[in-house]
């Protein structure tokens, strides 16, 4: 029956097609607003969990460098045991993350099955589901599916941190986490309208090439994340992961010249296009990170706003974003994609820079939002633009293997974002309270060196409601020293930590120069890029 609804009517979406459209679309918008939910809950997670921001933060990072690091495995696996059953293998690590987050006790729960497990079904599923799409719609319906999933995702991240806030407000995160639960089992009950689209390629598996690509994105961020901890070996990790992706090209275009398989084929990066076009989805996605933890961290733990507060407070950034992808999508028509990825830049960098100044000053959410609105139109030009100027080009037998090395490259600068805000965040904040701390005249100095002890060990943002509790017992003048430094101290490190996002604005920027020289690549005629 699903063969006949495929092959029957190509252009058109009707009945078990529809149903089916409606159902990917689904699947997308649980990936997307998973995210969300996490980083507008920080602060419950934390306190239910009785964990720390930072541990929070990593689990975070850690889940979109898991994902990064297998994509372009999970999109071998799909070609070697078939894409539908990679596309069921997905949704159930995403459920299992999802159960587990609902009953969780402790962050290594949250690590080991959201952030891991969780990860890898992404990898897994991302990729099964373009080739799912491309291999059951055709013609004007696989558009509209392209679209349709493509608006899923900008839908989740535009009404995300309002959907989590409002949940993890009034009911409790874990509601949030159990109802994706549900989403994933109704997208499950449509499995038997999937026709699984056949692999003809080559089955050889480059296990070198895999090693490598997980040890060399998974080495970097994950040498970030202990430096953030604190831990030790960071410069072995950062040195042992950039060798590993150094290696990693030097592997494929060996096995490429040997006409061997390879995990991905080098000669995608012959096309220049394809080159700025991977680079400019990378740095728009350490902008991304780099803000998505910086952001929700200043409303819970300096505002000390509730999840729905911060939901709101960051609407501006992410509605802005939805309007401005669905406007410049529509509105683009004959114009060169990369002008409007230049101006993308331009604003995202602008929006994010003038939130430094406003930080320390800012006494309630909406403060930021001409910044913010700014910022999101920004990401949003950059959202409807950059996959089309990296895919254009690309021959329809190698756009999924294009697609997943930009889906794979925006995934590790998310992680990279996330980590490295993070990482710069809590080294500023240790720093600049050790140095606060020394310069007091109202703390003895045995209590200085307390002070700068504990922050060394174990630095971590902290609200003054929180704080004013770990104090309780100090003497007056003690208690409001330490809370004033506090309070003085969280401004700088959260400054500091956007300048990570303004840096990859401005990398992206002279990034966009660089293809707006670049004549525009003709479009493979066959050609269908979509939204991932």
Do not use: C
Not at 140 to 153: E, M, N, P, R, S
Not at 191 to 211: E, K, N
Not at 292 to 307: D, F, K, R, S, T
Not at 501 to 521: K, Q, W
Request: charged fraction near 10%; proline fraction near 5%.
């Amino acid at each position: 029956m699903v063969d006949g609804a495929v092959s029957g009517g190509a252009d058109q979406l009707s009945g078990s097609r529809r149903l089916l459209a409606i159902l990917l679309a689904m699947a997308m918008f649980v990936l997307v607003v998973d995210t969300s939910l996490m980083n507008v809950s920080i602060s419950a997670v934390v306190r239910d969990l009785d964990t720390t921001v930072s541990g929070v933060q990593s689990a975070i990072a850690l889940e979109a460098l898991v994902s990064a690091a297998f994509i372009l495995i999970g999109s071998k696996v799909g070609d070697l045991i078939g894409r539908r059953r990679a596309y069921v293998l997905g949704l159930l690590g995403y459920a299992t993350g999802a159960t587990a987050m609902t009953f969780a006790q402790s962050l290594t729960a949250v690590i080991v099955l959201w952030a891991v497990v969780g990860g890898i079904g992404a990898s897994l599923l991302l990729p099964a589901m373009q080739s799912l799409v491309h291999g059951n719609f055709h013609g004007a319906a696989q558009k509209k599916v392209y679209a349709l999933v493509g608006a899923a995702a900008a839908i989740a991240a535009a009404v995300g941190p309002l959907l989590g806030g409002f949940v993890t407000t009034y009911l409790s995160w874990r509601v949030g986490f159990a109802l994706e639960v549900v989403i994933i089992v109704a997208v499950l009950s449509g499995i038997g309208l999937v026709r699984d689209v056949p692999y003809t390629g080559s089955r050889g598996v480059d296990v070198v090439g895999a090693a490598l690509s997980v040890l060399g994105m998974g080495g970097i961020v994950l040498g970030i994340l202990v430096w953030q901890e604190g831990g030790e070996a960071v410069a072995a990790l950062l040195v042992a992961g950039a060798a590993a992706l150094i290696g990693l090209a030097y592997w494929l275009i060996r096995r490429k010249r040997r006409g061997e398989p390879a995990l991905m084929d080098p000669d995608l990066f012959r096309s220049k296009a394809f080159r700025l076009g991977v680079t400019g989805q990378m740095l728009q996605q350490i902008a991304l990170g780099g803000t998505m933890i910086a952001l929700p961290i200043y409303l819970q733990m300096v505002l000390e706003y509730n999840a729905m507060q911060a939901g709101l407070s960051l609407a501006p950034l992410s509605l802005s974003m939805f309007a401005v992808a669905l406007i410049a999508g529509r509105r683009a028509g004959a114009r060169r994609s990369a002008p409007i990825i230049r101006w993308g830049f331009v604003l995202v960098t602008v929006g994010i820079a003038v939130l430094v100044p406003l930080v320390p000053r800012a006494e309630f959410g909406w403060a930021l939002l001409a910044p913010l609105v700014v910022a999101g139109a920004g990401l949003g030009l950059l959202v409807s633009q950059l996959n089309n100027y990296t895919l254009a080009p690309i021959s329809e037998e190698r756009v999924s293997e294009a697609s997943g090395t930009n889906s794979a490259a925006g995934s590790f600068g998310l992680s990279f974002g996330l980590a490295f805000a993070g990482a710069i965040m809590l080294a500023t904040l240790s720093l600049t309270f050790t140095a606060m701390a020394e310069s007091s005249e109202v703390l003895p100095p045995a209590e200085q060196a307390h002070v700068a002890q504990v922050l060394e060990d174990d630095a971590q943002v902290m609200s003054n409601t929180e704080l004013e509790a770990l104090l309780a017992g100090q003497p007056p003048a003690i208690s409001e020293e330490i809370i004033r430094i506090n309070t003085d101290a969280r401004p700088l490190a959260l400054q500091a930590a956007l300048l990570v996002p303004i840096l990859a604005g401005l990398l992206g920027l002279l990034n966009s120069f660089r293809m707006v020289r670049e004549p525009d690549a003709p479009p493979t005629p066959s050609t269908t890029p979509g939204p991932f």
